[in-house]
């Protein structure tokens, strides 16, 4: 069992190298998003450019979590 072990830990991470990286882009697009919603809690709303922003920043954080998760979810299967 040891053995098996040790030869399922080296892909795991390997992959979480990948998946770090992964997340650094998800922090980075969350930490634009709330910067954003800051602004348009100072101003009382964003102009066209910064709601486009907002809205491809979300749609970044979203896209990019649900492959991190998928990811992840399928990494932990073949573990099993």
Do not use: F
């Not at 954003?36 to 910064?50: Q, V």
């Not at 491809?56 to 990811?71: E, I, K, N, P």
């Amino acid at each position: 069992m040891t053995e098996k072990t040790s030869i399922t830990a080296a892909p795991l991470l390997v992959d979480l190298t990948d998946l770090a990286a992964d997340l650094a882009h998800i922090e980075q697009a969350l930490e634009r998003w709330k910067a954003l919603d800051a602004k348009a809690l100072k101003n009382g709303g964003l102009n066209a450019a910064d709601e486009a922003e907002r809205s491809s920043v979300s749609a970044t954080y979203t896209l990019q979590g649900q492959l991190l998760l998928g990811v992840v979810c399928e990494r932990v299967r073949q573990a099993r």
